[in-house]
């Protein structure tokens, strides 16, 4: 295993921590100031366009798409590093890229299992930041950490399927300009084979019997950057045959599929905020003082910094073995490897914010410090794309075959 940079690597780093430092994180208050002036929250700043235009121009877009026809052709080693320093402004960077989720899942899934046509209509502007999608798998009524559970029905009807379901914290779909959903049901409830009976629709926004009904808020925060996570009605919605990703019952697999990138994905960012979390961390432990000295000579305050940055070092060197597993052996070789980083990332994490929050006193919770949205974001990351606990039961029954 040689985790070393290559050099298309090491100049895309370089362009993109530039980027980051004259655009990104200059623009984080302009955003924030923008949004209050909008007529509605969920409308985009033109701050975050003209980041994006600049991103494009400097040829910093589309990284994650491994695909060399659609996107920058990089492996997930070199895309690692590069989605780490983006997850230091997780609710701009990734946007700014055109490297944001659900986009990116959805977009792999319209690569490798769209049609000419699907590829054509929805792909090619997503590729280009034009419209944003979201992916509409999780429900309120049921287990969705199991997806064989979920309810949604998606049935023939002549040259039509009729999409009938409730789906919640669909991420993105507040964002006027999400445009399309990639929404799971079932085509075959009652087939032999739980994981033969989903599939997969591409649901236009404005199709008749769809709904966005409400933004759910995560510990608080409606997460106006992201699009939101809205529950999402679909009342007999009539889509035609054509829409269907791929074959009937397939979309367990699609899913599958789908979900072994965006875990990655997820904790490449995670390390980028938690190297923003121990830069803040230090920045605040040598510029404030109590009880007759600064908070950088405190032991339990070094302490926090040194576990912190430990922490961090086994975690990136887990995330690049993960990457470079499914880059020569594939997702499916490396699924022992993504479950461990699926359940270790988002869990450090939090703590290590935990840490950076104490240490900033009141103002770690305030919005004067982008610390509370991180550790919010980082939480939500235990439950999302399979809760901790799942991943785990996973794991141990894998660890636990090779003695039975």
């Given at each position: 295993?040689?985790f070393?940079f290559?050099?298309r ?7 993109l ?12 208050p302009?955003?924030e ?5 909008l ?6 700043p ?8 600049e ?14 026809e ?13 989605a780490?320093i ?6 701009l960077?990734?946007?700014?890229t055109n ?5 990116t899942?959805?977009?792999?899934v ?16 997503l ?5 944003r ?6 429900e ?8 064989t559970n ?6 023939r009807?002549?040259?039509?399927y ?25 085509t075959d409830?009652?087939g032999?084979?739980i ?11 404005d199709?008749p ?5 409400r933004?759910?808020q ?15 009605v679909f009342?007999q919605?009539r889509?035609?045959v ?15 599929a789908?979900?072994?990138?965006g875990?990655?994905?997820h ?8 190297e923003?979390a ?5 920045r605040?432990?040598?510029?404030r003082?109590?009880f007759?000295?600064a908070?950088?000579?405190q ?12 922490t ?8 690049l ?13 490396a699924?022992?490897e ?12 939090v ?9 900033h ?13 991180l ?9 999302a ?11 141990a ?5 090779k003695?039975?």
């Amino acid at each position: 295993m040689d985790f070393a940079f290559d050099a298309r690597t090491e100049e895309l780093r370089a362009k993109l921590l530039a980027f980051m430092d004259e655009y990104v994180h200059p623009a984080e208050p302009v955003a924030e100031e923008q949004r209050a002036q909008l007529a509605s929250p969920w409308d985009t700043p033109a701050v975050v366009e003209e980041l994006k235009a600049e991103a494009r121009r400097q040829g910093l877009w589309n990284l994650f798409l491994p695909d060399a026809e659609y996107g920058a052709g990089l492996t997930n080693l070199q895309y690692a590093p590069l989605a780490e320093i983006t997850g230091r402004s997780p609710h701009l960077a990734p946007t700014a890229t055109n490297c944001a989720a659900p986009d990116t899942g959805n977009m792999e899934v319209l690569a490798q299992f769209g049609n000419e046509q699907q590829r054509k209509q929805w792909l090619e502007p997503l590729l280009a930041g034009e419209i944003r999608s979201a992916f509409a798998m999780t429900e309120p009524e049921v287990a969705s950490s199991d997806a064989t559970n979920i309810t949604t029905h998606i049935e023939r009807d002549g040259d039509d399927y009729v999409i009938t379901g409730r789906k919640w914290y669909i991420s993105g779909a507040m964002n006027p300009d999400c445009k399309i959903f990639i929404v799971m049901g079932k085509t075959d409830p009652d087939g032999a084979d739980i994981r033969r009976q989903q599939s997969m629709i591409l649901v236009p926004r404005d199709t008749p019997g769809v709904t966005v009904k409400r933004a759910m808020q995560v510990f608080g925060y409606e997460d106006h950057s992201h699009g939101g996570h809205a529950e999402v009605v679909f009342d007999q919605a009539r889509v035609p045959v054509a829409n269907l990703i791929g074959e009937e019952g397939g979309g367990f697999a699609i899913a599958q599929a789908r979900l072994g990138p965006g875990r990655i994905h997820h904790c490449m960012r995670l390390i980028g905020m938690a190297e923003r979390a121990i830069e803040l961390m230090c920045r605040r432990a040598v510029g404030r003082t109590a009880f007759g000295k600064a908070l950088a000579q405190q032991g339990v305050v070094q302490n926090w910094i040194a576990d912190a940055r430990v922490t961090v070092e086994q975690l990136r060197l887990l995330v690049l073995k993960t990457a470079w597993l499914m880059d020569t052996v594939g997702n499916k070789g490396a699924h022992a490897e993504i479950q461990a980083i699926k359940i270790a990332t988002p869990r450090a994490v939090v703590g290590i914010l935990d840490r950076a929050i104490q240490l900033h006193g009141a103002g770690g919770v305030s919005q004067d410090f982008p610390l509370a949205e991180l550790y919010a974001s980082a939480r939500t990351l235990m439950l999302a794309d399979g809760p901790d606990e799942v991943h785990q039961r996973s794991l141990a029954r894998r660890e636990l075959k090779k003695y039975l």
